[in-house]
């Protein structure tokens, strides 16, 4: 549990939680955090969801680092109003089965870390409206099935993701590639 004064805070612009393990949640009260540019959750082991209003709110954030929450089972459709995004790093989000649709809207996303998403089976289509998007990690993402008709889809929209510089499709299991 975080601590109630943590509210008060509104000029704060980082904020670490890294390895909270008892975190199961993040409180609503933190919607008043609307400075808030770098969220680092890595390691809160117990994190299961983002609130719907703290995504809502929270829209001036650039970077959000939920590396190893290995609890965390899916993202909400609101996560496509933090449109301030670059960085959003997964990795290693066991439990995380499939990204929503609303992750077009992140059309400033620079960076995208799905590394060791293990139970990641579907990518969305509206990953190709990521024209800003450099780099993409999939390494390890062995149940990851769409790979195939999301490198179809990522064809037609080739020339929009055109400042990619990374990607990384490493050892993505029952997949035929096909680039």
């Known amino acids: 549990m975080l601590p109630h004064w943590i509210e008060t805070l509104t000029s704060l612009h980082t904020l670490d939680l890294t390895g909270c393990c008892e975190l199961t949640v993040l409180p609503e009260s933190m919607r008043v955090l609307m ?3 770098t969220l680092n959750l890595t390691r809160c082991t117990a994190l299961t969801l983002l609130p719907v209003l ?5 829209t001036g954030l650039t970077a959000l680092n939920l590396q190893n929450c290995v609890s965390l089972t899916a993202l909400l459709e609101s996560l496509g ?5 670059t960085m959003l790093d997964l990795g ?12 077009g809207a992140l059309t400033g996303m620079m960076t ?5 998403c293990m139970q990641l089976t579907l990518l969305p289509e509206s990953l190709g409206e990521l024209t800003g998007l450099t780099t993409l990690d999939l390494q ?3 149940a990851l099935m769409a790979l195939d008709a999301t490198i179809s889809y990522s064809r037609k929209i080739a020339g929009k993701m055109a400042k990619m510089h990374f990607l ?4 993505v299991a029952k997949r035929k590639c096909d680039l």
């Open 81 to 85: 109003a933090m449109t301030g995004l």
């Open 112 to 116: 995208l870390n799905l590394e060791n």
């Open 92 to 103: 290693g989000c066991e439990s995380l089965t499939a990204l929503s649709a609303s992750f």
């Open 54 to 58: 703290l995504t809502i709110t929270l």
């Open 168 to 171: 990384r499709v490493a050892s």
């Open 35 to 37: 400075n808030v540019k």
């Open 140 to 142: 390890n993402c062995d």
